[in-house]
Every structure is written in structure tokens, then in C-alpha cells.
């Protein structure tokens, strides 16, 4: 069985409050502190997105179990205006924090899975997973 | 046993050592483990979290106030691994861009690959060296029954891979105009629609197209904008300037051409070149015409063919090895 967590997203502080909820479910999960921290940022730039993109959605955090493997699930849910071209929006450099290696190519790389269903006008939700190694 | 799994104890080592004593070669040692440590892939969040963790392990007494500086440094160094991790995904897809462009410009030299023709009589010697992966000059050598040699030599303006693009087009409609190839003029004439039409207006093409009638020894030529090349007359030992008006392709569809004609004596060479040979820049400024002649002057003994080799490694040395655009010379030398 899956517990769930979740914060609402609507300012800048509600960020801070991710991260935290974030960090604590990894730690208890028993996540090493580089994978915490990755996490941790991880939640911080999707969250970061759902406030500056779509005003305000959820992030939640899930612990997750499969076959005695613990994980940790991220879902950042908004009903903002989508991402158009998806494509681009993941690929290397286009993030306008371009050569920072942020943003949602980033993220995708500092988790094992990750997922992104939008659609323009509707919304986006974001999944990432990771595993204990 | 891989890197990772022996990271922990070597940097241990280096770190004990380092703290016994300060040497210099402990610090080579940490110098070349970080070599190895990118080279597989360690980010640098990791290797500081290797470093609080090792430093609890030696100091269990460690106060409590580094601990948390060294939790505060991860965060920091986490932006960095996300960068390194982006700059190690944008190199493998240069890598990957590298080597289309490369299919590319295989399939590029196919497609434009043409056969400089043997004749009793006339020396010819070509040679074309893209400034990068691509070439955005061409040139195109045709025999005919009739005695007949057309020479084409275009450039367009612009190098790289729409150059390149472009050039292919134009060795596809000129291919597709055989009944012309005899009326430089006319044939030019037609480029040029073909050219207006299908190119984007932001392109230019120059052209200059020849054609030798190898019974009469009679060149007949017309030029669209291009580069000007040398007559060298074998008896007075001099070169001159070939001088063709005309319009550069695209520009304006119904821009005509006029077609000139010249009696080629033994001993007298046809000079056609793009402008990445005139426009060499070298620290001193452009090479000046004249030094380009002097080349060819001090080569006149040589086959066609080596000329253009040598006057290419001239120019390219010249140059401090950096072509800054397309480079085509072409020589026609008739025998004495
Ligand atoms: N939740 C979202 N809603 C709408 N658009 C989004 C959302 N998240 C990301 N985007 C779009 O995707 C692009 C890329 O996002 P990201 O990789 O985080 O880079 P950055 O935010 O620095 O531009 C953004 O510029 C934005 O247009
Ligand atoms: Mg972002």
C-alpha cells in the first residue's frame, strides 16, 4: 500500500515546503544524502515550474514498495496551460536556464523513471520515481 | 575491480595521507584520481558526500558544525553535477551530429563527384577543399563527341551545410539542361530561373561556365557574378583578368548573359578559382592577387594537377591551416 503526501503550490514558500516534505520521506525511506539531495532538487524544479508556469498545483509524494524495493515517487499535478511542444521542453539546452543543466531534462536524469502527460489549456502532470540503490 | 567500487578506499588514502603530511605528490595523486573520477562518471556531489563521510569515519569527535557545512556544500555542488551531467549529454549528441554530417558529406561527394577529362592536348588539373564538413563550391567537368569540354565552377554564397544543400540542387538542374550546355549564355540563362525558383531568396549562386571546343582550341564563356579568373598567355609570359559581366543566380529572372570567347593558344593556360582562393586571409591581410600569380608563375613547369595541389598547401600554410571558406581552383593548361 502506497502512502501519500501532498502540498499545495501557490507561492514561492510552498516550494520550501515540498523540498521539505521531499527530504523527509527520503531520509525515512532511508535515501543516501547525495540521493536526498537529488531528490530534493528534483521536487524543487518541478514544483519551481507549477509556480512560475501554471500559478498553482500539487506536489505529492509517494512511498512506494516493490517487492521489499523502496522508492519514492514525485507527482506534480496542475491544471495550467500544458507544455506545447513536450519534445522540445526536454531537450538539452532549451530550458531557459540553458547551460545550467536544470529544468526537465535535469530532473529526468537525476531520477531512475520519469513520465510527463500535458496537454495545451488542460494541464500537466509530471511522475518520477527512484529507487534505493 | 572497477573505479567506483575502489573509490571509497582509495580517496580514504589520499585523504590520510594528505592530513599526515601536506606533500606535493599527495596532491599529484589527488590530481589524478579527479581525472579518473569524471572520466567514470562521479559527479561532484558525490564526492563531496565521499569526503564528510570519510572525514566522520577518521574523526568521530568532528564537531558538529562541519557536518552540517559539508550537508550545505552538497546542495551547492548539486547545480554543478546538474551542468557536468548536461555538458556530458550535449557532447555525445555533438558526437552523434559530427558523424551525420559526415554521412552527409560522403553523400555529398557522390553526388557531385565528377571526372576531370583525359584529352590529348589539354592539361587539366581541379582541386576543391571545403572549409568545414561540407563544400558550398563545385565544380563539374563534361565531355562531349563533339570535342567539346564544359567546365562549370559555381560557389554559393554561404558555406556549410545549406551551401551545401544548394549545390546539390544546382548539379541536378544543370544535369536535367543537357541542350544548352553548349550556349554558356543560354545555359545560365536557365540556372538562373531554376535557381530564382527554388532557392531561398536569402541565397546567392555565382557561376562561371566554359566550354572548350578542343578542335578549334576556341574557349566560349559566360559569368553569373563570379570570382574572375586569369587567362595566361604562354608567349607574352603574362596573366589577365577574364572578364565576364553578369548577374549572380537568383537574383533576377530575367537577368541575361553575355557569352565571350577566346582563342587558346599553345602554351596558354585557363585559370578558374572561387572566391575562398582570393580571399585567403592570412594576419597580413587578404593574399593580393598578384601574390596568388606568383604562385602559379613560380609552378608553370608542373602538370596542371600539381599546380592546384601546390598552390592549395601554399595558400593553406599561408593561412595557418584555418580554410575560412570553400576553396576551388581549376587550371586548363594547353600543351605547347
Ligand atoms: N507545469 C508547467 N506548465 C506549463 N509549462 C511548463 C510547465 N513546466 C515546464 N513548462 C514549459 O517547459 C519549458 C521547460 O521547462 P524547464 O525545463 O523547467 O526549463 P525553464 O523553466 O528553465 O524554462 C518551460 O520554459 C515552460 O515553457
Ligand atoms: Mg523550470
Request: hydrophobic residues 40%.
Amino acid at each position: 500500500m502506497d502512502i501519500q503526501s501532498c502540498v499545495n503550490i501557490q507561492t514561492e514558500w510552498d516550494i520550501v515546503a515540498a523540498r521539505q516534505l521531499g527530504r523527509n520521506v527520503a531520509k525515512e525511506l532511508g535515501f543516501g544524502v547525495v540521493d536526498q539531495a537529488r531528490i530534493t532538487t528534483a521536487i524543487s524544479e518541478l514544483a519551481r515550474n507549477i509556480f512560475i508556469y501554471a500559478h498553482k498545483g500539487r506536489v505529492c509524494i509517494e512511498k512506494m514498495n516493490d517487492k521489499g524495493h523502496a522508492g519514492l515517487r514525485i507527482i506534480a499535478v496542475d491544471s495550467g496551460p500544458g507544455i506545447n511542444d513536450i519534445r522540445l521542453a526536454m531537450e538539452d539546452g532549451y530550458s531557459t536556464s540553458g547551460g545550467l543543466g536544470a529544468g526537465l531534462p535535469g530532473v529526468k536524469r537525476l531520477m531512475d523513471e520519469f513520465q510527463i502527460v500535458s496537454s495545451q489549456g488542460k494541464g500537466t502532470e509530471i511522475t518520477a520515481v527512484k529507487w534505493i540503490r | 575491480m572497477p573505479f567506483r567500487e575502489a573509490m571509497e578506499a582509495k580517496y580514504r588514502d589520499i585523504l590520510a595521507k594528505y592530513i599526515e603530511e601536506q606533500k606535493e605528490s599527495t596532491l599529484y595523486l589527488a590530481q589524478k584520481f579527479s581525472r579518473k573520477s569524471i572520466e567514470n562518471q562521479v559527479t561532484p556531489e558525490e564526492i563531496i558526500s565521499l569526503h564528510k563521510m570519510i572525514l566522520q569515519e577518521m574523526y568521530p569527535e568532528m564537531p558538529t558544525y562541519v557536518t552540517h557545512s559539508f550537508d550545505l556544500l552538497l546542495e551547492i555542488m548539486l547545480g554543478y553535477g546538474f551542468a557536468y551531467r548536461e555538458h556530458q549529454s550535449l557532447r555525445h549528441q555533438q558526437k552523434e551530429l559530427r558523424s551525420e554530417i559526415e554521412i552527409a558529406a560522403n553523400v555529398q561527394h557522390t553526388l557531385l563527384d565528377t571526372k576531370i577529362p583525359v584529352v590529348d592536348g589539354l592539361d587539366i588539373g581541379a582541386i576543391s577543399v571545403p572549409a568545414r564538413l561540407m563544400n558550398g563550391d563545385y565544380y563539374n567537368f563534361v565531355q562531349d563527341e563533339n570535342q567539346c569540354i564544359s567546365i562549370a565552377i559555381a560557389d554559393v554564397i554561404g558555406k556549410g551545410i545549406p551551401a551545401a544543400l544548394c549545390m546539390s540542387m544546382i548539379k541536378y538542374a544543370m544535369d536535367s539542361l543537357p541542350g544548352y550546355r553548349n550556349e554558356p549564355s543560354v545555359l545560365l540563362e536557365n540556372l538562373n530561373h531554376v535557381v530564382e525558383q527554388n532557392v531561398d531568396p536569402s541565397m546567392f549562386v555565382t557561376m562561371f561556365y566554359g566550354i572548350y571546343n578542343h578542335e578549334h582550341h576556341l574557349f566560349s564563356y559566360a559569368s553569373a557574378g563570379h570570382e574572375p579568373g586569369f587567362f595566361y598567355d604562354g608567349k607574352k609570359k603574362g596573366f589577365t583578368e577574364i572578364t565576364a559581366r553578369g548577374l549572380m543566380l537568383g537574383i533576377d529572372k530575367k537577368t541575361k548573359y553575355t557569352q565571350y570567347e577566346k582563342k587558346i593558344e599553345p602554351g596558354d593556360m585557363i585559370i578558374l578559382l572561387s572566391d575562398g582562393v582570393t580571399e585567403c586571409r592570412t594576419s597580413e591581410g587578404f593574399v593580393e592577387k598578384d601574390t596568388l600569380l606568383t604562385y602559379i608563375d613560380k609552378y608553370l613547369h608542373l602538370s596542371a594537377q600539381e599546380i592546384v595541389n601546390r598552390i592549395y598547401k601554399d595558400l593553406e600554410q599561408l593561412q595557418n591551416f584555418q580554410l575560412r571558406d570553400d576553396f576551388t581552383l581549376i587550371i586548363l593548361k594547353r600543351s605547347v
